[in-house]
Nanobody, 122 residues
Framework: QVQLVESGGGLVQPGGSLTLSCAASGSIFSIYTMAWYRQAPGKKRELVASISRGGVPNYADSVKGRFTISRGNTKNMVFLQMNTLKPEDTAVYYC????????????????WGQGTQVTVSS
């Protein structure tokens, strides 16, 4: 059983900062790409940022220069540092990971966290 648990969401004023954390636990042989998605009310879920196992990041144009994705030293954690937050960043943020649960069979699966609310408002 693999679990992704997010933390760090909350209410912040425009221009403020928040850091989201996500920890993967359970039966894990290897974790590959980890990512953050978000979904605002009435909108589709969208990719915010992703990071490969080797640490190569990728960002949505809307957050470039403001958000930073990183992985923990043990590779089972991913963080999203969000600076200069805007009201349009308000959404539920979801952690996503591509995980191989066992050495054999060598299959990878997509896992999601339960989501954490980020609200940017004065």
């Amino acid at each position: 059983q693999v679990q992704l648990v997010e933390s760090g969401g909350g209410l912040v004023q425009p221009g403020g900062s928040l850091t989201l954390s996500c920890a993967a636990s359970g039966s894990i042989f290897s974790i590959y790409t980890m990512a953050w998605y978000r979904q605002a009310p009435g909108k589709k879920r969208e990719l915010v940022a992703s990071i490969s196992r080797g640490g190569v990041p990728n960002y949505a144009d809307s957050v470039k220069g403001r958000f930073t994705i990183s992985r923990g030293n043990t590779k089972n954690m991913v963080f999203l540092q969000m600076n200069t937050l805007k009201p349009e960043d308000t959404a539920v943020y979801y952690c996503n990971a591509d995980i191989r649960p066992t050495q054999a069979p060598p299959y990878e699966f997509d896992y999601w966290g339960q989501g954490t609310q980020v609200t940017v408002s004065s």
